[in-house]
T-cell receptor
Framework: KAGVTQTPRYLIKTRGQQVTLSCSPI?????VSWYQQTPGQGLQFLFE???????NKGNFPGRFSGRQFSNSRSEMNVSTLELGDSALYLC???????????????FGPGTRLTVL | DAKTTQPTSMDCAEGRAANLPCNHS???????VYWYRQIHSQGPQYIIH???NNETNEMASLIITEDRKSSTLILPHATLRDTAVYYC??????????FGKGTRLHILP
């Protein structure tokens, strides 16, 4: 079974631009979560989508948004990029079903975003 | 904020058991203990989780104290490939994951 894939793997943008990152979950998984990882703040939860609906949300400004499609693929968008948005953005998928036999999250390799 | 406390770093000799402690004194009755690890430059990897009973799988064992206020992850025969940051997390199943700083485990040859 193929793992979680994220595209692109690396991205360089300039301040003020916007960016869209893509995540394809493991086949059959309906939940996709996004995380931001920086050296200073560590791993921080952005949001989670389950069956095309946002189910959980972290403490990030409105410039960070996401969506999920009917095939469970997800995208996250960051508008008006700031230098501090430089980070590794990780996507994780899970079955999303509470009480299911395997509800752990499977992480992708991440997209490394550099904002200049 | 993370609900767990872990040592910042630990060393373990290759081939020995690595015992990683975690304190979660405010854990609620419906919260599970999860362990993930992150090898450098990779996404986190699920290891194991449990509610109150001890658990074992092909990667590790999880020992949870009877009062559930602390737990220990045991890697029975550590190898150099186990060098990573290990995160102990408590959460209700299907809730968001709040990562703390984790424990940086160094396996020494």
């Amino acid at each position: 079974k193929a793992g979680v894939t994220q595209t692109p793997r690396y991205l360089i943008k300039t301040r003020g631009q916007q960016v869209t990152l893509s995540c394809s979950p493991i086949s059959g998984h309906r939940s996709v979560s996004w995380y931001q990882q920086t050296p200073g703040q560590g791993l921080q939860f952005l949001f989670e989508y389950f069956s095309e609906t946002q189910r959980n949300k972290g403490n990030f400004p409105g410039r960070f948004s996401g969506r999920q499609f009917s095939n469970s693929r997800s995208e996250m968008n960051v508008s008006t990029l700031e230098l501090g948005d430089s980070a590794l953005y990780l996507c994780a998928s899970s079955s999303g079903v509470a009480g299911g036999p395997r509800d752990e999250q499977f992480f992708g390799p991440g997209t490394r975003l550099t904002v200049l | 904020d993370a609900k767990t406390t872990q040592p910042t770093s630990m060393d373990c000799a290759e081939g020995r058991a690595a015992n990683l402690p975690c304190n979660h004194s405010t854990i609620s009755g419906n919260e599970y203990v999860y362990w993930y690890r992150q090898i450098h430059s990779q996404g986190p990897q699920y290891i194991i989780h449990g509610l109150k009973n001890n658990e074992t799988n092909e990667m590790a064992s999880l020992i949870i104290t009877e009062d559930r206020k602390s737990s220990t992850l045991i890697l029975p025969h550590a190898t150099l490939r186990d060098t990573a940051v290990y995160y102990c997390i408590v959460r209700v199943r299907d809730d968001k994951i709040i990562f703390g700083k984790g424990t940086r485990l160094h396996i020494l040859p």
